[in-house]
Every structure is written in C-alpha cells, then in structure tokens.
C-alpha cells in the first residue's frame, strides 16, 4: 500500500512540473508539409526578428494578399519580456498601449521596425494580422518570435 501511494505522489508531482512549462501552439503556414490554412484574403503572413550583438531588435512583418480583394491590413507588433522564468510582461516601446500598428492599403505588405532592446534576456515579438478584402470575413493571423539577447 505505501509502495503504491509513494509512485502515485511521484506520478502527481511529475505531472505538475510538465504542466508548468510555456508551451506554445501554432498554426502550420508552411505548404510544404501539405497542411495550410485556408484564408478568405490573404495567402501568406510572416514575422521574422533578429537581434545584433549590441541589442538592435529588427522585426519585418510581411504579407501577400489576394490582389483585387484586399481592402486594407491592419500589423499590430509588440514585445513581451519573460522575467522570473515564467511570466512575460510587455515591454515599453514608448508608443500607444506599447505596440507599433501599421494600415497597410495594398495587397503586398513589408514592414521593418528596429527596437533598441533595455537588457538582456528572452523576448518574444508579436505580430496580429487583421486582412480586410472583398472575399469574406477579415482574416486574423497571429505570428509569434522568440529571441535570446
């Protein structure tokens, strides 16, 4: 009895220590692996970061749209820190709420944001996509990037 009890208490330990950990899940925007999702307005969305050895974060957004059917796109980045190993708080960029928002009227979009980060550690950047167009609901796509500095 005290054998079975003793497993399952490292069993329940074992659990809550996975449980703890960030993991986190998106969506597969590759077509090689056979497997996208399918938009009303756009076809593809993209955020790539980069981080220089003095600091310098270099984020690019880019999307490509149906053309004739996108009306407007709406990229709203911003930056989170993780502190404490666990938790991410946002970091202040000095802009409005702390994020970048750009409006983007055609169906090809590139945009570069440059951020002097304040120290080291993990961040990870966000980037929302709103694609407005003429082929049905306006299309949300969330991109996310991890970065070590």
């Known amino acids: 009895m005290k054998k079975?009890?003793?497993?399952?208490?490292v069993l329940l330990?074992?659990?809550?220590?996975?449980?703890?950990?960030?993991?986190?899940v998106f969506a597969d925007t590759d077509s090689s692996s056979g497997v996208t999702p399918r938009y009303n307005n756009v076809v593809s969305v993209s955020?790539?970061?980069?981080?220089?050895?003095?600091g310098l974060l270099t984020i690019?957004?880019?999307f490509e749209g149906v053309k004739g059917v996108i009306t407007r796109g709406v990229v709203t980045t911003y930056i989170h820190k993780k502190f404490l190993g666990l938790f991410w708080q946002k970091v202040d960029i000095g802009q409005t709420d702390n994020e970048w928002?750009?409006?983007?009227?055609?169906?090809?979009?590139d945009g570069v944001i440059t951020f002097q980060l304040p120290s080291t550690g993990t961040?990870?950047?966000?980037?929302?996509?709103?694609?407005?167009?003429?082929?049905?609901?306006?299309?949300?796509?969330?991109?996310q990037v991890q970065k070590t500095y």
């Open 60 to 62: 690019v957004n880019n």
């Open 4 to 9: 079975r009890l003793r497993w399952i208490s």
């Open 101 to 109: 928002v750009d409006n983007a009227y055609t169906y090809s979009y």
């Open 123 to 143: 961040y990870r950047i966000t980037s929302e996509f709103v694609i407005y167009g003429t082929g049905g609901a306006a299309d949300t796509i969330t991109c």
């Open 13 to 24: 330990i074992c659990l809550t220590f996975i449980s703890a950990f960030d993991v986190n």
């Open 47 to 54: 955020t790539v970061a980069s981080v220089s050895d003095s």
